[in-house]
């Protein structure tokens, strides 16, 4: 198991900031594949950002310049810095490891982000 343990979750209003963080246990952390997927009630989970071991990034289009995704393999955290938040980005936030040697998924508890209007 890779304990995930997510923070920084909050109530902000619209057009504010966020910064989620992610720490994790575990020896391997450099070689995970780490993402934040949020889920809003009624709607599937989805993926927000992810970033691999070699820092390549990726972004879900409706954050794309807003929210930007870095990872510290020292500290064993990753983090997502969230601006210019909006409404629509109300759900719970979570965090996810991937081990691509073991194909072993591991996720956080998440952790609720409300945007007010």
């Known amino acids: 198991q890779v304990p995930l343990v997510e923070s920084g979750g909050g109530l902000v209003q619209s057009g504010g900031s966020l910064r989620l963080s992610c720490a994790a246990s575990?020896?391997?952390?450099?070689?995970?594949?780490m993402r934040w997927y949020r889920q809003s009630p009624g709607k599937q989970r989805e993926l927000v950002a992810g970033?691999?071991?070699?820092?390549?990034?990726n972004y879900a289009e409706s954050v794309k310049g807003r929210f930007i995704i870095s990872r510290d393999n020292a500290k064993n955290t990753v983090s997502l810095q969230m601006d210019s938040l909006k409404p629509e980005d109300t759900a719970v936030y979570y965090c996810?490891?991937?081990?691509?040697?073991?194909?072993?998924?591991?996720w956080g508890q998440g952790t609720q982000v409300t945007v007010s209007s």
């Open positions: 575990g020896s391997w952390f450099s070689r995970y594949i």
């Open positions: 970033i691999t071991s070699g820092d390549t990034t």
């Open positions: 996810n490891a991937y081990d691509p040697r073991l194909s072993r998924t591991y």
